[in-house]
């Protein structure tokens, strides 16, 4: 009995040692592993805001119906491409001027493409493009159009149907 009890504690000792010894080690590792900081990052984009009633998620749907009620007619042409930016777009005839819809999923992605974009040429700086009518980006949220028109009510009108859909 006596042995067994002394069995025991030496087994006891032994588990308790080999633990503590575990636990140093345990603790070495970590010390030596380092540990990546935290990031702060920023909240969520501009266009993912809960709550932002300015601000619109466009389809091809909603564009259609935002212009409709400005009373400009789309006639659907087919689809278009531009090799900057980042996939298919449709295009449409507004009478002899054509707007050309790129849907993106947010406004991190038309940032990506249209940032390094000129502007006033609608196209990359180190890139020539030579537009049919002078073109016109209007960015909004995750939608780029390009409005190729000489018709300056036209560009008007397309511009205020994207603000009014934002009810300002």
């Not at 080999?18 to 636990?23: D, F, L, Q, T, V």
């Not at 080690?25 to 266009?47: F, Q, W």
């Not at 466009?58 to 659907?76: F, H, N, P, R």
């Not at 493009?129 to 560009?155: C, E, F, Q, Y």
Request: some cysteine; overall charge positive; charged content about 20%.
């Amino acid at each position: 009995m006596q042995n067994k009890v002394l069995l025991t504690a030496f087994l006891l000792s032994t588990v308790s040692f080999a633990a503590c010894g575990r636990r140093d080690n345990a603790a070495t590792a970590a010390e030596k592993t380092p540990i990546p900081p935290v990031l702060n990052t920023p909240g969520p984009p501009k266009d993912t805001v809960a709550g932002d009633r300015h601000r619109v998620h466009w389809t091809l749907t909603g564009l259609e119906a935002a212009l409709a009620q400005d009373s400009i007619t789309l006639v659907k042409r087919g689809s278009v491409r531009q090799p900057f930016l980042g996939g298919a777009g449709v295009v449409y005839a507004i009478g002899t001027s054509e707007l050309q819809v790129y849907l993106y999923a947010d406004a991190g992605a038309v940032a990506r493409d249209t940032d390094p974009l000129d502007t006033a040429r609608v196209a990359p700086p180190t890139m020539r493009i030579n537009w049919r009518l002078p073109p016109t980006l209007i960015v909004d949220n995750n939608i780029v159009l390009i409005l190729l028109t000489r018709d300056k009510a036209l560009r008007q009108r397309v511009k205020s149907a994207i603000e009014k859909s934002h009810g300002y």
